[in-house]
């Protein structure tokens, strides 16, 4: 295995969502020598403002397909020399998968097995161009819930729990598979809970700030206990970096911002600091919206994981302090929903 790898072209999955988005800008910045493609399905769940930021850029390309499409898949690899794939694209809330789990099991499965073939054929079938590295982006909630105390790492047996966790559980296996059947570089990480700028409305922490912003009730499920891990999304990015260019081939690294926070704690945490930022006209917290509603069906009760894998072997440690993160958050959905 290279000490680092030698990277030109990559393509990116899923660069049109949340994660993927951010990454791309965090790349376009730091790498200058890079080429970047983003193939993206653009489901409801894109971004179009996140594209707008990279049309400007000369090293970079947008290709509207489907992970699942091989064809378009074969004429993208045949017209470009891909160094690496950066696979984000998924199916990715939680609560879309209990009511309508079908779109999960051909995206994050059938995708991910599509795209892994095409790797496969284009890489490792030509003995000129050699073989790219495949990073495959996945969940720490593949691991199941947690009780009270302890964390997840790479040892974790996986306990998916939710349509959307076994999908991903399976897309992780079949990435594994590649490496260990056919040798392809493949690079899996599980990352907790992301927060920043550009992440969809329907998930947690925007639906906070939406709906404490727009006057109604803030929504908790259950009895507002469930503990998640919080990662600002740039520090997330800064990890997949560093396991791209640095990790060896068949490893497999937990990330995680070493920040757990209960449901309600967080809502109480996120209007406090609007209460700051963008204070009620009436003067009154925008905390008195919160209202506990019906659990999530298989509700994991807690996630976390221990970085240390990943801080000793390459280095990485988050960066970003929780208050600063989440003000830079909540004064991005300021913006965004003052434009809206
Ligand atoms: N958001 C988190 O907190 C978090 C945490 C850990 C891991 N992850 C993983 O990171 C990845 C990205 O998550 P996200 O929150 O940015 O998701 P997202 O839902 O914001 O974005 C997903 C993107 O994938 C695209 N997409 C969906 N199906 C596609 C298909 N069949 N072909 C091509 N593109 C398709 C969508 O259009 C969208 O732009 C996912 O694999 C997710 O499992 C997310």
Redesign the pocket.
């Known amino acids: 295995m290279p000490e680092s790898v030698d990277i030109k072209t990559i393509l990116v999955?899923?660069?049109?969502?949340?994660?993927?988005?951010n990454f791309i800008r965090y790349i376009l910045e730091t790498r200058p020598e890079w080429q970047v493609v983003n193939?993206?399905?653009?489901?409801y769940?894109?971004?179009p403002e996140a594209l707008e930021m990279f049309n400007t850029s000369s090293r970079y390309t947008f290709a509207k397909?489907?992970?699942?499409d091989r064809e378009f898949l074969e004429d993208l690899f045949d017209h470009y020399r891909f160094d690496a794939v950066v696979?984000?694209?998924?199916?990715?809330?939680v609560d879309n998968s209990i009511s309508a789990p079908a779109a999960f099991i051909?995206?994050?499965l059938v995708?991910t097995f599509t795209l892994l073939e095409t790797c496969r054929r284009h890489w490792l079938n030509d003995q000129v161009a050699g073989g790219g590295r495949f990073l495959h982006?996945?969940?720490?909630?593949v691991y199941g819930s947690l009780g009270e105390s302890g964390k997840f790492n790479e040892e974790s047996p996986y306990r998916p729990n939710s349509p959307?966790s076994a999908s991903?559980a399976g897309s992780d296996h079949l990435a594994r598979s590649y490496f260990h059947t056919y040798g392809m570089d493949v690079v899996i990480t599980?990352?907790?809970?992301?927060?920043g700028p550009y992440?969809?409305a329907e998930?947690f922490i925007p639906t906070i700030i939406r709906k404490a912003l727009s006057g109604q009730e803030i929504p908790v499920y259950g009895d507002g206990t469930n503990v998640r891990d919080w990662l600002y999304v740039e520090d997330?990015c800064e990890a997949l970096l560093v396991c791209l260019e640095k990790a060896a081939a068949g490893e497999q690294y937990v990330i995680g911002g070493n920040n757990e926070w209960a449901n309600l704690d967080l809502v109480r945490y996120i209007c406090k600091r609007l209460d700051k930022l963008a204070p009620r006209a009436d003067g009154a917290p925008y905390y008195n919206q919160m209202r506990l509603v019906t659990d999530r069906l298989g509700h994991d009760r807690r996630y976390a994981v221990d970085a240390g894998k990943l801080h000793s072997q390459l280095g990485w440690a988050p960066r970003t302090g929780f208050q600063e993160g989440m003000d830079r958050t909540i004064t991005w959905y300021l913006q965004k929903f003052k434009k809206a």
């Open positions: 999955t899923g660069g049109a969502g949340f994660i993927g988005s193939l993206d399905k653009l489901t769940a894109s971004n397909g489907d992970i699942a696979h984000f694209a998924a199916e990715s809330h051909q995206t994050n995708g982006i996945s969940t720490d909630e959307y991903k599980n990352c907790s809970n992301n927060y992440q969809h998930k997330h």
